[in-house]
Nanobody
């Protein structure tokens, strides 16, 4: 079993910054892609940013130039630095990881979500 634990959400004024963290633990052989998704009330969950084990990065258009995704040295953690936050960034942010377990089977895991609220 694998757990993803997120932290770093909160309330911030427009123009402010937050840093989200996600750490994976459990029966992990390796982790392929990791990413951050968000879901605002009444909307579908959407990809914010993703990063592969090889460092290939993808951003949703509205966050390009404002958000930066990175992985920890041990590759079992992922971070999202969010700058110049806007009220439209308000959502629950979820971490996702594609994990190759000790069994060598690959599974997709989600974190519990962390609330980000940006006030105008």
């Amino acid at each position: 079993q694998v757990q993803l634990v997120e932290s770093g959400g909160g309330l911030v004024q427009a123009g402010g910054s937050l840093r989200l963290s996600c750490a994976a633990s459990g029966s992990i052989l390796s982790i392929n892609d990791m990413g951050w998704y968000r879901q605002a009330p009444g909307k579908q969950r959407e990809l914010v940013a993703s990063i592969s084990s090889g460092g290939r990065i993808n951003y949703e258009d509205s966050v390009k130039g404002r958000f930066t995704i990175s992985r920890g040295n041990a590759k079992n953690s992922v971070y999202l630095q969010m700058n110049s936050l806007e009220p439209s960034d308000t959502a629950v942010y979820y971490c996702k990881a594609v994990v190759v377990e000790l069994s060598t089977y690959s599974y997709q895991y989600w974190g519990q979500g962390t609330q980000v609220t940006v006030s105008s």
